[in-house]
């Protein structure tokens, strides 16, 4: 069965930092980009960043550059997303999602890990 | 950057009815790439439907998908209870991937 599970979330003050990970099981990780996307509560899907196969290549939102930085273990079977310089708009369920792609580089998401919390507030 | 709009924002249907449910895109969707996901309250959204019409592996086919262009529509041709959730369009056609607002289907 294909899982993603994701952890490292929780309470954070602004300006602070947090670094979420996901383990991946039931399929060939190496083998797939791999992409964050969160929700803020009660909100929409935003995609927030994804990374190649190798981990040569990196994506980014406009609002997150600079400050977050996406990662993977292929031998650990992980994905990292380390937020830095957090803030109140990042508050968000951080889901790992696993990269479908067109020729053109571009992607849908399937499956979803469960998501994982994360609160920025003083 | 392509925006879409899901409409409408809220439909109130009984078991066994039709649901119709559309996504509208600011600009023509290239190659028809649109997704369709499902999210119940407190679970992670779920691939319905890819490439506007292909069902994902799994989904029961009384889920469909049809659309081309700036209009598409997921279409549940008989509601069964667990289908009551929010569904969202996402659109990866062109960069940067984009998801609608959401439509949320309630039992009437």
């Known amino acids: 069965e294909v899982q993603l599970v994701e952890s490292g979330g929780g309470l954070v003050q602004p300006g602070g930092s947090l670094r979420l990970s996901c383990a991946a099981s039931g399929f060939t990780f190496s083998s797939y980009w791999m992409s964050w996307v969160r929700q803020a509560p009660g909100k929409g899907l935003e995609w927030v960043a994804n990374?190649?196969?190798?981990?040569?290549?990196?994506y980014y939102v406009d609002s997150v550059k600079g400050r977050f930085t996406i990662s993977r273990d292929n031998a650990k079977n992980s994905l990292y997303l380390q937020m830095n310089s957090l803030r109140a708009e990042d508050t968000a369920v951080y889901y790992c999602?696993?990269?479908?792609?067109?020729?053109?580089?571009?992607?849908?998401?399937?499956?979803w890990g469960q998501g994982t919390l994360v609160t920025v507030s003083s | 950057e392509i925006v879409l709009t899901q409409s409408p924002g809220t439909l109130s249907l009984s078991p066994g009815e039709r649901a119709t449910l559309s996504c509208r895109a600011s600009q023509s969707v290239s190659s028809s790439y649109l997704a369709w996901y499902q999210q119940k309250p407190g679970q992670a959204p779920r691939l319905l439907i890819y490439g506007a019409s292909s069902r994902a592996t799994g989904i029961p086919d009384r889920f469909s998908g049809s659309g081309s262009g700036t209009d598409f529509t997921l279409t549940i041709s008989r509601l069964e209870p667990e289908d009551f959730a929010v569904y969202y369009c996402?659109?990866?056609?062109?960069?940067?991937?984009?998801f609608g607002q959401g439509t949320k289907l309630e039992i009437k």
């Open positions: 999602a696993r990269d479908l792609m067109t020729g053109s580089g571009l992607n849908w998401f399937d499956p």
């Open positions: 996402q659109q990866y056609g062109s960069s940067p991937v984009a």
């Open positions: 990374i190649k196969q190798d981990g040569s290549e990196k």
